[in-house]
């Protein structure tokens, strides 16, 4: 599987504020996925993203995939306390193994 | 979701005890996979299964065997635990026809303390 870097590791923000978090790869990728996992849960999908250059939203939620499909982001607008928790990306390229980046783990100041 | 469960979802053993974990599906998908989670390192596939008998390794296989005799259940084996194996392991599936454009749906997770 290919190799994803997720940054930051953990970002702390005050609630109203925006978040980003980033998953950079050395290769293309031929897809990313994200996910989010609460705290005491499992991870659940959020969205996937194929194509160069695709932004989708998901009401404060904003995914992007990079012109050359090697990074993509995650951003979220005016945080709330119901966006505390892990988001992982995931990619997979053409085999079976999807590799997970080491996840952002968002804390919501209220 | 989806249909998976996990079994146990608690456990506390003994070093050098064997264990086994199971997951088990009730819509027939074809990917499943068995990861773990410790903290600092994310997601880590241990074995994953493209069908009934066929399996492979991920990147932390060492220490453990996995079994999938019918499509329904895919079970993770420690033969001989160790406390460096005390982790939430995670099963999942994937619902695509193929394994690396799916979403992946996961079950709810099994805590294993090896002592």
């Known amino acids: 599987g290919q190799q994803v870097m ?12 925006d978040f980003t978090t980033y998953c ?6 031929s897809n990313i996925q994200w ?11 959020l969205i996937q993203l194929v194509k160069s250059g695709e932004v989708k939203k998901q009401k404060r939620l904003t995914f992007q995939f990079g012109e050359a499909k090697k990074n993509s982001s995650l951003h979220i607008t005016a945080t709330q306390t119901t ?28 | 979701d989806a249909g998976i469960t996990q079994s146990p979802r608690h456990k506390v053993t003994e070093t050098g005890t064997p264990v086994t974990l199971r997951c088990h599906q009730t819509e027939n998908h074809r990917y499943m996979y068995w990861y773990r989670q410790d903290p600092g390192h994310g997601l880590r596939l241990i074995h994953y299964s493209y069908g009934v008998k066929d399996t492979d390794k991920g990147e932390v296989s ?22 460096s194996q ?16 799916g979403e992946l749906f996961f079950g709810e997770g099994s805590r294993l303390t090896v002592l």
């Open chain 1, 83 to 110: 966006d505390v928790g892990t988001y992982f990306c995931n990619s997979g390229a053409g085999s079976y193994q999807l590799t997970f980046g080491k996840g952002t783990k968002l804390s919501v100041i209220p």
């Open chain 1, 24 to 29: 950079n790869s050395s290769t293309t990728l």
């Open chain 2, 62 to 83: 060492d220490g453990y065997s996995v079994s999938r005799s019918k499509t329904e259940d895919f079970l993770l084996t420690l033969e001989s635990a160790t406390s």
């Open chain 1, 35 to 45: 996910y989010k996992q609460r705290p005491g849960g499992h991870p659940v999908f």
């Open chain 1, 6 to 17: 997720q940054i930051p590791q953990y970002q702390h923000v005050q609630e109203g504020e």
């Open chain 2, 86 to 101: 005390t982790s939430v392991y995670f099963c999942a599936i994937s619902v695509a026809g193929a394994a690396n454009t």
